[in-house]
């Protein structure tokens, strides 16, 4: 992205808009839009909301890029509205649809419902067989800083679906859980607390899973949080071949600190809250 | 994990290929400069040099091994081609029943005539 001239300018912005209850098909329809040097194609659409067309829909919440809900096509490349600048990406014209690879709901609005679907079988938390992480919270894990860094960056992933519209595979193969999913489940596979390897490597290693990548590398291109899906993809091949060929170290998961039988409550600090579910 | 099971042998196959594919190409089309697996001299494909190869334990082992990895590196590359096009469940079905049984047909053939060269 280029910095272009800084003054307010009129802006053609051309969006596809689609009603199932009403299109057959997508359309695009053209607005106006005075923009000023520093506003977000997502004030855009809401200006054009405002002030010209109040049934444009389309999905957004936090406007800083932390909650990944307006992910759209801004000039034929996956973003988010709240995180991309107008006048860096344009001097004329905008053109804005819906994320592709995707059912469209409405208008921008993508239906996400068969990515998070994916996402959830991969279970996307710690998995453990000798106790339940979501019942005991306040235990500590053994986990050093290198353990940390091997997961980190795909923890930073905020689903907005970004890398599943720009991946090429998901255009065509019916059966492909694409990149968000399958980024998911490295992010826990390669988590030293997590022993769940066993149950996603059937999800991973199954039909539509890691072999599909031809590693275009597009994902990892546009994702707006800097997540590498398509690096976290190749480590889970070499993963499951190294498994399936016996040649993976086997490792437990990391142990856990219990709570310090010599703490005391110290004098002056509210106790805490009790717990809002039942501890085994 | 079936995927992963097919995928590791298309690549181990891939592995394979090179090794028998190199050997073949060396047999083949070094025999001006090394001459291995050449006794009678000349040419590798003068019948005198066939015949031996053919009559030995270790080609035919070579080729039909070459055939099989070969047919199964080569298929399932299509296979993923193919299962790529969109083409709905019932298609696939008849995809991979179709690669499958190509494959052992052509490998049945080639390794019947890979055995019966031993006799010549």
Known sequence: MSKQDTGARDIRFIIRRFNPETDEAPHNKEYTVRVEPGMTVLEGLHQIKGEQDATLVWRFSCRMGVCGSCGMLVNGKPMLACNSQILHLTNSVLTIGPLPNFKILRDLVPDLMPMLKNHIAGKPHIVREDFDPALTPTDEYYQTPEELVRFLQFSYCIKCGCCMAACPTMALDLDYKGPMPLAQYHRYNADTRDGGFEERAKLAGGTGGVVRCHYAGECSNVCPKGVDPARAIQLMKRQLVAGYLGLAKQQEPCGTIGPDPNARHREGVPPPPPFTIDRK | ?120
């Open chain 2, 1 to 120: 994990m079936r995927e992963t099971r097919f995928w590791t042998w298309h690549l181990l196959a891939g592995i394979a290929i090179l090794i028998f594919g190199g050997l073949h190409m060396i047999v083949m089309h070094l025999d001006g400069i090394l001459g291995w697996f050449n006794p009678a001299g000349g040419s590798a494909l003068d019948w005198a040099n066939v015949v031996v190869r053919s009559q030995g334990f270790l080609f035919p082992v070579v080729y039909i091994i070459l055939l099989g990895v070969t047919l199964f590196h080569g298929f399932y590359g299509l296979r993923n081609i193919l299962l790529e096009l969109g083409i709905g469940r019932c298609g696939r079905v008849t995809v991979n029943i179709l690669l499958v049984g190509g494959g052992i047909v052509l490998f049945t053939i080639g390794a019947v005539a890979a055995i019966k060269a031993m006799g010549v």
